[in-house]
């Protein structure tokens, strides 16, 4: 089965820097997506970035890109130049890729503070 | 991007009772949703995998006749929590799958409280 870890429970950056949180993930799998996913005090899930595993390039969706590193499973999310609004919960998932809809699997999430 | 609504936003029911819970995708079809249930500070925990025209599929340890799960048209997926007790208040979110775009878009959520 597989399985998303997420080591920081939280994590606090100062408005306009640059906070990295941590993904790793455990597949036997060789093709597969890889998400990040935010939710604000609203409880609403939004997509923040969206990864293909067999992309070697990591993608990028304005102030937010991702490390991937397939062959460490790893998996981390950088936000540059923080704003207020970048404050919630941030879930790293994992879901299979068979063509169809398929199970996400979530990480434990981490809260990212952002300070003044 | 594509839109999910559930209703209701906030239910209160004593204990005992049933409550539905609807999901709706607005502006595609949906051949799959999810449910999922997401107790304080934790994560999003998946309940069932609910196919229009099908049963669903629930994970192991979720009671399937305690959280019945209706997909009956390719926009509108309800859960039912029957015989509704304390433990149960919690968090429901559902998804829907976007063919099109290959991927899950979350409605806003429904917060049980059962006394």
């Known amino acids: 089965a597989q399985t998303v870890t997420q080591s920081q429970p939280e994590m606090s950056v100062q408005e306009a820097e640059t906070v990295t949180l941590s993904c790793t993930y455990d597949t036997s799998e060789s093709d597969y997506y890889l998400f990040w996913y935010k939710q604000p005090p609203s409880r609403q899930m939004i997509l923040v970035i969206r990864q293909e595993a067999y992309k070697q390039q990591n993608a990028t969706e304005n102030r937010f890109s991702v490390n991937f590193q397939k062959a460490a499973k790893s998996f981390s999310l950088k936000i540059s130049d923080s704003q207020l609004g970048d404050a919630a919960m941030y879930f790293c998932?994992?879901?299979?890729?068979?063509?169809?809809?398929?199970?996400?699997?979530f990480g434990t999430g981490t809260r990212l503070q952002v300070t003044l | 991007g594509a839109v999910v609504s559930q209703h209701p936003s906030r239910v209160i029911c004593k204990s005992g009772t049933s409550v539905k819970i609807e999901c709706r995708s607005l502006d595609f079809q949906a051949t799959t949703m999810f449910w999922y249930r997401q107790f304080p500070k934790q994560s999003l925990m998946l309940m069932a995998t609910s196919n229009e025209g099908s049963k669903a599929t629930y994970e192991q340890g979720v009671e399937k006749d305690k959280f019945l799960i209706n997909h009956a048209s390719l926009t509108l997926s309800t859960l039912t929590v029957t015989s509704a007790h304390p433990e149960d208040s919690s968090f429901y979110i559902c998804s829907a799958y976007a063919r099109q775009v290959n991927e899950q878009f979350f409605g806003p959520g429904t917060r049980l409280t059962v006394l």
């Open positions: 998932a994992y879901r299979p890729y068979t063509g169809t809809a398929s199970k996400l699997t």
